[in-house]
């Protein structure tokens, strides 16, 4: 099993910066696909972005591809989202998410940080992120 925790979570206006992040413990955090997931109020959990396990492939949701960057450090069983660019429509609550990617083919390379909610094996309990205009 994997505990994941998130952390940094915040309020900023229009066009601010923040940084979440997220602390594994618990099985081999290289085993893992990881990503990050975002909910906002009376809507349905989304996929944002996803790192492979040794960082070399990142996948990106179109509503925030050249904003935010997804990166991990599995030296310290670490995951982070820099968020640049922020606007109202990003205010959500951010769930760090793990998959272990068991009994199901590989995705096609150019997809390989994409993750699928129905697919994630272990979910974080969120960080709310808040952007004012």
């Known amino acids: 099993q994997v505990q994941l925790t998130e952390s940094g979570g915040g309020s900023v206006q229009t066009g601010g910066s923040l940084r979440v992040s997220c602390a594994a413990s618990?099985?081999?955090?290289?085993?893992?696909?990881m990503g990050w997931f975002r909910q906002a109020p009376g809507k349905e959990r989304e996929f944002v972005a996803g790192?492979?396990?040794?960082?070399?492939?990142?996948y990106y949701s179109d509503a925030v591809k050249g904003r935010f960057t997804i990166s991990r450090d599995n030296a310290k069983n670490t995951m982070t989202l820099r968020m640049n660019s922020l606007k109202p429509d990003d205010t959500a609550v951010y769930y760090c998410?793990?998959?272990?990617?068991?009994?199901?083919?590989?995705?096609?390379?150019?997809?390989?940080?994409?993750?699928?909610?129905?697919?994630?094996?272990?979910w974080g309990k969120g960080t709310l992120v808040t952007v004012s205009s």
């Open positions: 998410a793990a998959d272990n990617r068991k009994g199901r083919l590989p995705p096609e390379p150019s997809k390989l940080g994409l993750l699928h909610r129905s697919d994630v094996d272990y």
């Open positions: 618990g099985d081999t955090f290289t085993k893992y696909t």
């Open positions: 790192i492979t396990w040794l960082g070399g492939s990142t």
